[in-house]
């Protein structure tokens, strides 16, 4: 019998990285919500790839940044548990964007992860020319050597055109260590349904909205319950969803004039609900003010955080 690898890569990198967009290409499907707005991940958000040698479990972390508020400094604190427990850590930089004190920051605090094998991953190279990726794969060498480590391996990778994807994955199973699978065979994901739903909800309720909402924007499931009395061969899910913002201002801008953006919303997140759950969706949604939440324990903790 062939030597099987099975065990966990976290993908680590500032906001909008490219991290979410490089998980879901890495397992073939949508587990993780992508949005141009930073910090869109907020969750540690487990994608699995399976392979006949190897299990590859991938973490995709919030981006780690400088905290403004209570819930910045529990995502940042998330992200240093997550890759405290990995086998390997991939770093994302995006190929379009210099390096800069941000990549810098991270990179001084995954030095102190000594013993961990540490991946660079360029992302985003469809977007610049080979000079430019070449400048930045050299910029990645210079700052692991100025925190004092190498990297295990340098890959530059285009998710959104699946250049290179195959071969990052390769270079990862390589750095697991021996071992049996870890979940069953097709499972892609082990975040809750109701999870998904919400982040699939939050995903669509980013699009399109002014730069200060994103990060005050919470969505809740609050029930998913099957329509009864439907026929057999259609059945109908109902799914209860409220979104929370921190001021009534916002709350307008989510609902829009006469409900309008609230429907695109619903309409947009109820095809991908309908996609990932298989069934036809009811989908209720209701927009709330929970005051400054963000910087409220009591709030974050009923919010999920």
Known sequence: MTDHRSGFACFVGRPNAGKSTLTN????????????????????????VHRPDAQLVLVDTPGLHKPRT??????NALVRETWAEVDVIGF????????GPGDRFIVTELAAARRTPKVVVVTKTDLVDRATVGERLLEVTRLAEAAGFEWA???????????????????L?????????LYPDGELT????SVMVAELIREAALEGVRDEL????????????????????????????????????????????GGSRLREVG????????????????LDLHVKVAKDWQRDPRQLRKLGF
Do not use: F
């Open 25 to 48: 290409a890495l397992v073939g499907e949508k587990v993780a919500i992508t949005s141009s707005k930073p910090q869109t991940t907020r969750h540690t958000v487990r994608g699995i």
């Open 70 to 75: 209570l819930l910045g400094e529990r995502l």
């Open 92 to 99: 994302c930089v995006p190929a379009d964007e210099p390096v």
């Open 153 to 171: 391996e340098v890959v530059p990778v285009s998710a959104v055109q699946g250049d290179q994807v195959g071969l990052l994955a390769d270079l």
């Open 173 to 181: 199973v390589g750095l697991l260590p021996e071992g049996p699978p």
């Open 190 to 193: 082990d975040e809750p349904e």
């Open 214 to 257: 994103p990060h005050s924007i919470a969505v809740v499931v609050e029930e998913m319950i099957p329509r009864e009395g439907r026929p057999d061969g259609d059945p109908l899910l109902d799914v209860h969803a409220s979104l929370y913002v921190e001021r009534d201002s916002q709350k307008a801008i989510v609902i829009g004039r």
């Open 267 to 282: 309409s947009r997140s109820r095809r991908q609900i309908e996609a990932l759950l298989g069934t036809r969706v009811h």
